[in-house]
T-cell receptor
Framework: ETGVTQTPRHLVMGMTNKKSLKCEQHLGHNAMYWYKQSAKKPLELMFVYNFKEQTENNSVPSRFSPECPNSSHLFLHLHTLQPEDSALYLC?????????????FGPGTRLTVT | AQKITQTQPGMFVQEKEAVTLDCTYDTSDQSYGLFWYKQPSSGEMIFLIYQGSYDEQNATEGRYSLNFQKARKSANLVISASQLGDSAMYFCAMREGFGNEKLTFGTGTRLTIIP
């Protein structure tokens, strides 16, 4: 089982649809993250969860709604998205409380909003 | 101001040659960490190497080394003996402060290894 998995890998949705992205980590980490990667832009942090509690919301529009039911699972619920929300959405996890440690990323979900 | 600057949008390097990918950073914190990630076409970000601001020696991981020049706020990645599989996007990132999980990424450099 790979460290961080994401489903689906590809998603096409209309602006009126509701969908969810799922992330699961098998590394025993306590912190999980959602990032957005748009073409020709730096990776943007969206949300951070520590021990299931949201600790960072980087001014993300309310049409993106995260959920972290436990330390191993992270969801990103999507509704009434815009075409400019098309991007690669990456999930990551890291151990908490160990100082400056790397984050482990999943393969991402390629989202296209039509 | 940009926190992380990668000035090389693309690079082409002959196989087996060494390559240096540039990264400069901007922070007023004394404690920070610098990271390099590789992103192949599959999309996954792969951690390569880490340098802490208090580390006196340059970090090395196999063929990867980080040329850390603190006074110049520079953290260049050096890949020795490049291989075709090194072709990918490379991102420099920084974490500011101790215990802060937030990573700030640069815009990346697309490295292409030529056979």
């Amino acid at each position: 089982e790979t460290g961080v998995t994401q489903t689906p890998r590809h998603l096409v949705m209309g602006m009126t649809n509701k969908k969810s992205l799922k992330c699961e980590q098998h590394l025993g980490h306590n912190a999980m993250y959602w990032y957005k990667q748009s073409a020709k832009k730096p990776l943007e942090l969206m949300f951070v969860y520590n021990f299931k509690e949201q600790t960072e919301n980087n001014s993300v529009p309310s049409r993106f709604s995260p959920e972290c039911p436990n330390s191993s699972h992270l969801f990103l619920h999507l509704h009434t998205l815009q075409p400019e929300d098309s991007a690669l959405y990456l999930c990551a996890s890291s151990p908490r409380g160990e100082g400056l440690k790397e984050q482990y990323f999943g393969p991402g979900t390629r989202l296209t909003v039509t | 101001a940009q926190k992380i600057t990668q000035t090389q949008p693309g690079m082409f390097v002959q196989e087996k040659e060494a390559v240096t990918l540039d990264c400069t950073y901007d922070t007023s914190d004394q404690s920070y960490g610098l990271f390099w990630y590789k992103q192949p076409s599959s999309g996954e970000m792969i951690f390569l190497i880490y340098q802490g601001s208090y580390d006196e020696q340059n970090a090395t991981e196999g063929r990867y080394s980080l040329n850390f020049q603190k006074a110049r706020k520079s953290a260049n990645l050096v890949i020795s003996a490049s291989q075709l599989g090194d072709s990918a996007m490379y991102f420099c990132a920084m974490r500011e402060g101790f215990g802060n999980e937030k990573l700030t990424f640069g815009t990346g450099t697309r490295l292409t290894i030529i056979p």
